[in-house]
């Protein structure tokens, strides 16, 4: 980029631009993009009103966010399923589903308890969403503070285990979903190492 117009454009196109790619948006009619932005910064003179734009994006996302939800729903049930069936795994009935990867001697803390852990939480793609043995700090709640599956995991684990927990949405963030990584009906996959009850 030569001259700080230039810069200054293409940052801000840039940041469209992955506001866009966060929100699902990957095809667009670039002509039409660039003449409403024409239309809304230089001429300031729009071809649809503010009512009728608004009214069409919240009923285009209402539809995106529904067959997403769709879709996160088919494939956690079937992820589940299979997962089931798994040397090591044990179903609640609940339907949470555990590994165990190191059994602890420690007490089992209660509901009222609060605890330390550290844990990795991911999609069942594998993605990260969050992880405090990513940032490299344990995180402290209380046991009755959190999603079901792991209100109902804490109270089985001793002090000093390290579970691998694969929650079922109706037992994690349910239709609600949890920001823009989880969708609603979206099961969960987590890494929990039990510190201490304090």
């Known amino acids: 980029m030569k001259n700080e117009l230039e810069k200054l454009s293409y940052s801000l196109g840039a940041n469209v631009g992955a ?3 966060a929100q699902g948006i990957t095809d667009l009619d670039l002509e039409i993009f660039m003449e409403a932005l024409n239309d809304q910064v230089i001429i300031g003179d729009l071809k649809m009103s503010q009512q009728d734009m608004d009214e069409f994006l919240q009923d285009f996302f209402g539809k995106k966010q529904a067959e997403q939800a769709e879709k996160a729903g088919a494939e956690g049930q ?3 399923a299979e997962n089931a069936k798994k040397d090591g795994v044990t179903v609640t009935e609940s339907g949470l589903q555990y590994e165990v990867m190191k059994e602890g001697a420690g007490e089992l803390p209660k509901a009222a308890d ?4 550290h844990y990795h939480g991911t999609l069942i793609s594998g993605q990260v969403f969050d992880s405090s043995v990513e940032r490299g ?8 503070g959190v999603i079901p599956g792991w209100v109902e995991a804490l109270q089985l684990m001793p002090v000093g285990s390290k579970w691998k927990l694969f929650v079922p949405s109706d037992l994690a963030y349910g239709d609600r979903g949890a920001g823009a990584q989880i969708a609603p009906h979206t099961a969960l996959i987590f890494e929990v190492e039990l510190i201490g009850i304090n």
Do not use: D, G, H, R
């Open 19 to 21: 506001s866009l790619k």
């Open 78 to 80: 079937q992820f589940l």
């Open 114 to 117: 609060s605890v330390t852990t």
């Open 137 to 144: 700090e344990p995180a402290t709640f209380p046991v009755n």
